[in-house]
């Protein structure tokens, strides 16, 4: 009797069951899979991601967050039709997504092939210049490095009078900010106060560009200057390009400037994608 009456709710169950996930096995959750890839794209083992990603992909054909992950590391190690069979699936599921990765690709090809350049480039006020900001010593003062990228960007601002500067960087010191100790510096260089926009949030490059870049938009700035060193002048391009801030410019300090003129290798471009499919807001983890 009390199987009878039971009956109909497995029925139900079922029924409900059928409806979520088509007949046969129910989907794994993908979660895990994803988080897997994500790790080891992390840790620098792109075929055990994109392994990963194959078998997510097996079970949940229209997970567009993986489908994007799938075409940016497949471009990463240069499969270039597992890249587009990814993209075209992706475009069916969210074209907007679909949109941003091909975005990516093209900051991260304007990425590779900018070059370190210490001379300013002369732009009007609807180009901002974005100052990134460089570990304080501990008692808040600035290291020689960020020394060198203000002098820099003093140039820029010099050479670009009516652009607004944005100095960007959190990481406080004995209470201090980077993007606080840049201002002041550039302010006791004859900076006018009224110039500069100041992020005191950023804690790394990725955030430099989103907070930097909608911060310049406030501001009135269609496209940027971005201002840092040789050896991080790519990827911080790269991070500006996927936060919607078309980068027109490039001025760095001479620290390792004939080092770094040489294009990355490929192996050496992994930290630009890294950054900028986080620029790009994809979930590290879910």
């Known amino acids: 009797m009390q199987i009878a009456r039971r009956f109909p709710t497995v029925l139900a169950a079922a029924a409900a069951a059928l409806t979520l996930f088509g007949p046969g096995i129910a989907h794994a959750d993908p979660g895990p899979l994803y988080n897997s890839a994500q790790d080891n794209f992390t840790d620098g083992d792109a075929g055990a991601g994109l392994a990963d990603l194959r078998n997510l992909l097996a079970e949940s054909p229209d997970d567009a967050q993986a489908l994007a992950l799938q075409a940016i590391w497949s471009d990463y190690t240069g499969d270039l039709i597992t890249r587009e069979v990814a993209l075209n699936r992706l475009q069916g599921v969210d074209p907007q997504l679909a949109d941003r990765t091909r975005n990516l690709f093209h900051a991260i090809g ?141 001025t760095t300090s001479l620290e390792q400037l004939v080092s770094q003129l040489p294009p990355p290798a490929k192996n050496s471009q992994r930290g630009i994608y890294l950054d900028a499919t986080r620029t790009m807001l994809l979930p590290v983890e879910r």
């Open 110 to 250: 304007a990425a590779v092939g900018t070059l370190p350049n210490p001379i300013p480039a002369i732009a009007g006020p609807s180009t901002g210049i974005a100052v990134l900001g460089y570990g304080l010593l501990p008692d808040g003062s600035m290291r020689p490095e960020l020394v060198n990228r203000l002098q820099a960007a003093w140039l820029q601002a010099i050479a670009s009078p009516m652009s607004p500067i944005l100095v960007t960087g959190g990481n406080p010191q004995n209470g201090i900010t980077e993007a606080a100790a840049m201002q002041g510096w550039l302010i006791g260089h004859g900076i006018p106060a009224a110039r500069i926009i100041a992020d005191h949030r950023a804690g790394s490059t990725v955030q430099n560009a989103l907070y930097g870049a909608d911060m310049l938009r406030k501001a009135g700035a269609t496209s940027a200057i971005v201002v840092t060193s040789p050896n991080h002048i790519r990827r911080a391009v790269a991070d500006f390009i996927v936060a919607g801030i078309p980068v027109v410019g490039a």
